[in-house]
């Protein structure tokens, strides 16, 4: 196995991995503070777009890894609007559409413009996961793990986009390896002390929290909305 091939299997085992640790963070705390949905929405409509780009210029390492990625997608959109009560029905189908348009985007204009395609819906949730780590009042919902894997991944992807001369994941990966890394960075100052920037109110009775999300049972905040 020579070294592209090598490293495109790697990227393509970490991307299945990405979504793993924020699924189990989900599971083990139902907390959602800090997670966006919107950027699982958006998620989901990637996997299936980048699915089908794999199928397009025949490699296989995209479309197990969206594949599996996908699966994960939907079982994080399941804990999320299960915490929020809202229909999954209506959730799937938000990246059902957008993921339609982007395969119809990749068939129509070619890789290069599929890579800038993608990268709308991609850059839309992860700077909608940005928001939510600057302004939530805690982050116990989001998983560490999750944020530094996805870091790595889209390095991964950059480094082999280039290598193998797809342009669409190239360019995609280049420009969400600067969003997520701004996300782990951020991320990082918050659980070093960093307070919330305008942070969003909250219902009445919540528990007090620092901004690593370590609840403090003693006191009891009364905000209302």
Same mark, same amino acid.
């Given at each position: 196995m020579?070294?592209? %091939? $090598? /490293?495109?299997?790697? =990227?393509?085992?970490?991307?299945?991995?990405?979504?793993?640790?924020? =699924?189990?963070?989900? $599971?083990?705390?139902?907390?959602?503070?800090?997670?966006?949905?919107?950027?699982?929405?958006?998620?989901?409509?990637?996997?299936?777009g980048?699915?089908?780009?794999?199928?397009i210029?025949?490699?296989?390492?995209?479309?197990?890894?969206?594949i599996? =990625?996908?699966?994960?997608?939907?079982?994080v959109?399941w804990?999320?609007?299960h915490l929020?009560?809202?229909s %999954?029905?209506?959730?799937?189908?938000?990246?059902v559409?957008?993921?339609a348009?982007?395969?119809v985007?990749?068939?129509?204009?070619?890789?290069?413009?599929?890579?800038?395609?993608?990268?709308?819906?991609?850059?839309?949730?992860n700077?909608g996961?940005?928001v939510?780590?600057?302004?939530?009042?805690?982050?116990?919902?989001?998983?560490?793990?999750? /944020?530094?894997?996805?870091?790595?991944?889209?390095?991964l992807?950059?480094?082999?986009?280039?290598?193998?001369h797809?342009?669409?994941?190239a360019?995609c990966s280049?420009?969400?390896?600067?969003?997520?890394?701004?996300?782990m960075?951020?991320y990082?100052l918050?659980?070093?002390?960093?307070? =919330?920037?305008?942070p969003?109110?909250?219902?009445?009775?919540? $528990?007090v929290?620092?901004?690593?999300g370590?609840?403090?049972?003693v006191?009891?905040?009364k905000?209302?909305l």
């Open positions: 020579d070294f592209v %091939l $090598w /490293l495109g299997w790697v =990227a393509a085992v970490t991307a299945t991995l990405v979504g793993l640790p924020q =699924a189990v963070r989900l $599971w083990k705390t139902r907390r959602w503070d800090g997670v966006s949905a919107v950027n699982w929405e958006l998620r989901l409509a990637c996997n299936l980048w699915f089908a780009h794999g199928l210029i025949g490699q296989w390492n995209i479309i197990v890894t969206n599996l =990625a996908a699966l994960i997608s939907v079982v959109l804990l999320l609007y929020f009560d809202v %999954l029905v209506r959730t799937l189908g938000i990246g559409v957008v993921g348009a982007m395969i985007g990749d068939i129509w204009f070619g890789s290069a413009a599929f890579g800038l395609i993608a990268c709308v819906p991609s850059l839309i949730g700077c996961q940005s939510d780590l600057v302004r939530s009042r805690r982050l116990n919902g989001v998983s560490p793990a999750y /944020l530094s894997v996805y870091c790595v991944n889209q390095v992807w950059l480094s082999w986009g280039m290598l193998v797809d342009s669409g994941t360019i280049a420009i969400i390896c600067a969003v997520v890394t701004f996300n960075a951020w990082l918050r659980y070093a002390g960093v307070p =919330a920037f305008h969003r109110p909250e219902p009445a009775g919540t $528990w929290t620092d901004p690593r370590d609840y403090d049972e006191a009891l905040e905000c209302s």
